[in-house]
Nanobody, 121 residues
Framework: EVQLVESGGGLVQAGGSLRLSCAAS????????VGWIRQAPGKEREVVSC????????NYADSVKGRFTISRGNAKNTVYLQMNSLKPEDTAVYYC??????????????WGQGTQVTVSS
C-alpha cells in the first residue's frame, strides 16, 4: 500500500521555525517529484515547494522564497520542508504529494493526509 505520511506541524509564533517531514512507504521517491502543497481555509491550494528527488532540483513559490527550504532526507524516501521566519499567512494544512514532475504535483497521484501549521501573531 502506498502511503505518504507528513509530520512536524504545530503551533508556532510568528518569526519561528518548523520542519515538516514526508516519509513514503510502499513507494519510492526515486525518479519522482515531491512537493509540499498548502491549503488555508477559503484559499486555493498553493504549491509551496517541489524537489526532483533524483536530480535535487528545487523550486519555490514567491511567497516562501528565502524562508523555506526543501531537501531530501538522509533516510530513504524522506523529504523535508524547513520553514523559517514563519508568518501568520503561512497558516494552512500542508500536504506532501508525489508525481512524475514538479509541474504536475499540484494534481499529484499520491498525497499524504496533511499536517496543520498554525502561526500566531
Amino acid at each position: 500500500e502506498v502511503q505518504l505520511v507528513e509530520s512536524g506541524g504545530g503551533l508556532v509564533q510568528a518569526g519561528g521555525s518548523l520542519r515538516l517531514s514526508c516519509a513514503a512507504s510502499g513507494f519510492t521517491f526515486v525518479h519522482r517529484a515531491v512537493g509540499w502543497i498548502r491549503q488555508a481555509p477559503g484559499k486555493e491550494r498553493e504549491v509551496v515547494s517541489c524537489i526532483d528527488y533524483t536530480e535535487g532540483n528545487t523550486n519555490y513559490a514567491d511567497s516562501v522564497k528565502g524562508r523555506f527550504t526543501i531537501s531530501r532526507g538522509n533516510a530513504k524516501n524522506t523529504v523535508y520542508l524547513q520553514m523559517n521566519s514563519l508568518k501568520p499567512e503561512d497558516t494552512a494544512v500542508y500536504y506532501c504529494a508525489a508525481d512524475s514532475f514538479c509541474n504536475v504535483v499540484y494534481a499529484a497521484d499520491y498525497w499524504g493526509q496533511g499536517t496543520q501549521v498554525t502561526v500566531s501573531s
